[in-house]
């Protein structure tokens, strides 16, 4: 009876029923995300300080001496560069002259057009399509955060009906604002690196390799784990990997090493994964796998050692070829992830050379990348910014609300953080905007405001804010942006004027501008052609497949510089293409539907995949300099048209392997392993005949070559084995 009874059941009622456990597990997934997010940990205290005394510095400096845009100043507290005192040297040269630069563009171009108003909104145009262009191919985060913020303020400011002097005063206001947060920032950065000048990036990899660690040690010894060691596990696993990877993004490494870094970082990234899967499996383990724990967290700190020492990373000893077994299914993962990283450095003499000689391969420094002009992509994202900025501009001029006008500002400035839009950026703008300019912004006017009467108790509101702001802001990149909209909505609201004002016109229209801004991305970039996180996900893995196989295939040009720009631009292609699927990773936790099993099934996958692509990339880039026959890396010309056809059929292998993932037929398989028997075959044959075995400079050339054929192989076996 109770089973009929309970297939009796209306049907919409058991859909509540399914939807409300669906809602109820939803919010508990988002309350202990928030949990994760917002939890303390090591280092994180030092950069809430760092960001809230430079902000600080900078609020307090401006209001005394009466500096215009003070905002813009004290945002710069959350954007400017900080990974070491390098990179603020680095960031304050480049921001003097990004802004002279742009206060020069502006000055000089609008005295053409200001007597016209059709060539004024020519003008306008043109300059939102430039500042969006300039955040799609610029390699320099630091100078488009100045360019972007330099055109958010000049459009409005030579919008008003004002005496032309009045607005060149303002422009150069606008630059002497700049200049003082950037002098205050890089003071207080450059005060802390003296106190810690560790590298970051090198140190929050060796934090994550130290928690496995700890949690293999633990598991060899058949003692139970503490609960320092778990809660570091669980936070790691959370926060993810995103900061190191924007910190280095942000640096000023040569791109072979910063491609290198990325590799390492990303299989950090990896192994934190699954030592947290690993640490709340049950099973018992056996004698033997308790010796290859203890092996892998040998390997671990070598490898941690050399990191932290400068040195190129090698395995302390080789992982023993016994299975795993089925109590630790995980642990022949974990060494192969392991075993990756010293690949990651292939070819590498030292891992202290940061300045490769220029025949090396290595590309020079620039300040956009490769494809700037070739791209199409790039004028895409640029038109649909354009387009967001020109409706929000034509919208509050026609209302004739030009109090509303920080929806141009807001779009430009998410705009920095818009490159593979998704729904979970669109929710932290407004979250953010919500907290920052309604919460925060207008409820301190109503309830704070008017009961300050000097610049001390507005400082201790500001540090409350920017604390709050800057804590959330240095979570991962799932929540991170919502710190700096909120800080964004504040100072627009409050660090406008030189006093205290309890009017709440003023506020409402910097919100409703910041609304309406973000309603116009969220249109033209979700809305318009916008793919959900999973789609753009399997889009950019499978497109870093293949340029990874065009790169296989280079040089197809016999002028040398011209293979050397193709090659560099296409290497920038991939890196942005492993970046785009990282932060497209991010963005499925935070969609939810029917499918969501599925898409985080796919998720796990590609990011156990990518791992093993970035190490084949990395390889790649060595091989590619026996191809271009570089001082040093020459071959026998039987062995180079080997490599060439071991090339190729690499790389119509990556194209299959992408077919396959697009559910396109594969074609004829390629036999990539019987292709590299020709290869050694050939640099057997080219060795004297009293040698044995090839040549000893063609060792290293046939190790790589190896190598990649090794990581191809298992790669298109993973995917045919899911797909």
């Known amino acids: 009876m109770a089973t009929a009874a309970s297939q009796s059941v209306p049907r919409s009622s058991a859909a509540a029923q399914v939807s409300g456990a669906t809602q109820a597990n939803a919010w508990q997934w988002f309350w202990d995300f928030l949990k994760e997010e917002l939890a303390p940990y090591p280092g994180r205290g030092d950069m809430v300080i760092r960001t809230v005394v430079a902000a600080t510095l900078v609020m307090i400096v401006c209001e005394t001496i009466r500096v215009p845009f003070a905002w813009q100043g004290a945002i710069y507290a959350f954007l400017v560069s900080r990974e070491s005192a390098k990179a603020t040297l680095q960031s304050v040269t480049t921001i003097l002259v990004v802004t002279v630069v742009s206060a020069a563009y502006c000055l000089v171009s609008v005295s053409f057009v200001v007597s016209s108003p059709w060539l004024h909104f020519f003008w306008v145009i043109c300059s939102l399509f430039l500042g969006f262009y300039a955040v799609s191919v610029s390699t320099n985060y630091t100078a488009a955060v100045i360019f972007v913020n330099m055109i958010s303020a000049e459009v409005p400011l030579w919008d008003q009906h004002m005496p032309a002097e009045f607005n060149v005063e303002r422009t150069i206001w606008l630059c002497f604002a700049t200049l003082i947060a950037v002098a205050i920032t890089a003071a207080v950065e450059l005060t802390f690196s003296l106190i810690e000048p560790e590298d970051g990036i090198i140190a929050g990899v060796a934090q994550r390799m130290a928690a496995i660690e700890t949690l293999l040690a633990a598991y060899a010894e058949n003692r139970s784990i503490d609960s320092l060691t778990e809660a570091a596990l669980a936070r790691l696993e959370m926060v993810g990997s995103s900061g190191l990877r924007r910190n280095l993004k942000r640096s000023g490494y040569p791109q072979h090493y910063a491609e290198q870094m990325g590799a390492v970082i990303a299989l950090a990234g990896r192994l934190v994964d699954l030592a947290a899967v690993l640490r709340i499996s049950r099973f018992t383990l056996a004698d033997h796998d308790r010796r290859r724990l203890h092996e892998l967290g040998e390997n671990i700190a070598a490898i941690r050692s050399d990191l932290l020492a400068g040195r190129t990373p090698e395995l302390k000893r080789l992982f023993s070829s016994a299975n795993a077994s089925d109590a630790a299914p995980l642990l022949g993962e974990m060494e192969q992830t392991v075993a990756f990283i010293p690949e990651a450095f292939a070819a590498s003499a030292s891992l202290s050379i940061y300045a490769p000689p220029p025949d090396s391969g290595d590309p020079p420094r620039t300040l956009l990348v490769r494809d700037a002009f070739k791209n199409i992509e790039h004028v895409k994202f640029a038109a649909k910014g354009c387009l967001t900025a020109a409706l929000c ?39 953010g905007a919500a907290a920052g300019g309604f919460l925060l912004g207008m409820g301190s006017q109503i309830f704070i405001l008017p009961y300050l009467d000097s610049i001390a108790g507005f400082t201790i509101l500001f540090i409350f804010v920017t604390a709050l702001a800057s804590w959330i802001g240095t979570s991962s990149s799932r929540l991170s942006y919502l710190g700096i909209q909120i800080a964004l909505a504040f100072y627009l609201i409050n660090l406008e004027e030189f006093a205290v004002r309890t009017s709440l016109a003023v506020a409402r229209d910097r919100v409703v501008g910041i609304l309406l801004g973000l309603i116009m991305m969220w249109l033209v970039f979700d809305q318009l052609g916008g793919a959900s996180a999973i789609v753009n996900m399997k889009k950019a893995f499978i497109s870093a497949i293949r340029l990874l196989a065009q790169f296989a295939r280079e040089p197809l040009s016999s002028d040398y510089q011209l293979a050397i720009d193709r090659s560099y631009s296409l290497r920038e292609q991939i890196n942005q293409g492993f970046d785009s699927v990282r932060a497209a990773a991010d963005g499925v936790l935070f969609e939810f539907g029917p499918s969501r099993n599925q898409d985080l099934a796919w998720r796990s996958k590609i990011k156990e995949w990518q791992p093993q692509l970035r190490s084949l990339f990395l390889i790649r880039i060595a091989l590619w300099k026996y191809r271009m026959q570089l001082p040093g890396f020459q071959l026998p010309p039987a062995v180079s048209s080997a490599q060439q056809r071991f090339d190729s059929q690499s790389a119509d292998l990556l194209d299959r392997i992408a077919d396959r993932m697009e559910g396109q037929e594969s074609g004829q398989p390629t036999n990539l392993t019987e292709s590299f028997r020709r290869l050694e075959k050939a640099a057997e044959e080219s060795a004297p005949a009293a040698s044995r075995g090839p040549l000893p400079e063609l060792q290293t050339f046939l190790l790589l070559s190896r190598k990649a054929e090794s990581l191809e192989s298992s790669l298109n076996q993973a995917i045919e084995q899911h797909v």
């Open 393 to 431: 501009y034509f919208i509050y001029n026609a209302i004739d609300w030009p109090g509303i006008s920080t929806a141009v500002t807001t779009c430009l400035l998410t705009a920095l953080s818009t490159t593979g839009s998704s729904r979970q950026k669109q929710v932290l703008r407004i979250s």
